[in-house]
């Protein structure tokens, strides 16, 4: 069990998911690799490994502003490191030039999703800063802010602003989470009309990452429990956009300093880098963050190879 009471490294039910089926690592090269993301790892290759998926990689770098080449190389070679070897997306494929799989690589499959939802009357421009948005709505700190629909019947000309939103319905989102059982959520409750485009004309991570996990054909988007409040609206998002069959989802507990705060991408005591110029082996790397996400009573050392056995 974890500290909220959730039971850690089981899935709830057996995967009702076809052999090949697929899902994703998705860093953002925004920093370093740090044990955070070695725990999603384990997580995501191995829930795969056990259970007959396919790994792809993905370089979330849709924000540019806080994006770096050089941070992408390191996770690169961070991952060779470690031993993590994706079925698609592979390393070199991205060392050596442009991939499917590396978001500012892709900037004309967003504009045509976001047109393929424009042409259905489903986004708006929208003009309103977070400080516009603050002043109307209770601004509490640490909370998300729900966009209370200023601009949603405005018609402002497309010129007016390059922030666009789209139009989300009231319903309630209803999606069992492989570890936390049965949720639901309200996103129009939530956040409101969802910001797919900002005022910088960059892609939003709520609509990068709905195109490209129906782009790539994703089925089990395995990540990290701070991401659950964005599942609802992803959901929501991707049947607008054309889904199907809807994802299945499983948000594991992250690991956090012993005060209770989030492991940042600086942290240097957590850093892949850090623990590698301390002496460390890949397997120990490993041992360690499984342990720390209560996967293992002990630190043992553990290759990349042998994750599957905590979802076994
Ligand atoms: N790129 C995100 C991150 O590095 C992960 C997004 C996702 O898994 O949906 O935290």
Known sequence: MDAAGHRVGRVLDPLNLTPGWRTRFAPAPTGLLHLGHVVNAIYVWGMARAHDGRVVLR????????????YEQALLDDLDWLGFVPDEGKTNEFRTGASPRRQS?????????????????????????????????????????????TCRDAQLPPDASPQRRVRLGPERERFFDLLRGPQAQVPAAQCGD????????????QFAVTVDDLE?????????EDLLESTGRQRALARLLGRRRPLQFLHHPLIRHPD??????SAGDTGVRELRAAGLSAAEVIGRAAHLAGLQPSDAPCAATDVQRFFQ
């Open 105 to 149: 690589d892709n900037d004309w499959r967003y504009a045509a999703a976001i047109t393929a939802l424009e042409l259905r009357g489903l986004v708006y421009t929208c003009q309103c800063s977070r400080g516009d948005i603050a002043r109307l709505v209770d601004d509490v700190p640490n909370e998300e802010m729900c966009y209370p629909g």
């Open 260 to 265: 209770g705060t989030k492991l940042s991408k």
């Open 59 to 70: 370089i979330e770098d849709h924000d540019r502003s806080r994006c770096r080449a050089e």
């Open 216 to 224: 790539q054909q994703i089925d089990v988007v395995i990540r990290g």
């Open 194 to 205: 969802l910001l797919v485009r900002d005022r910088l004309g960059q892609w939003t991570y």
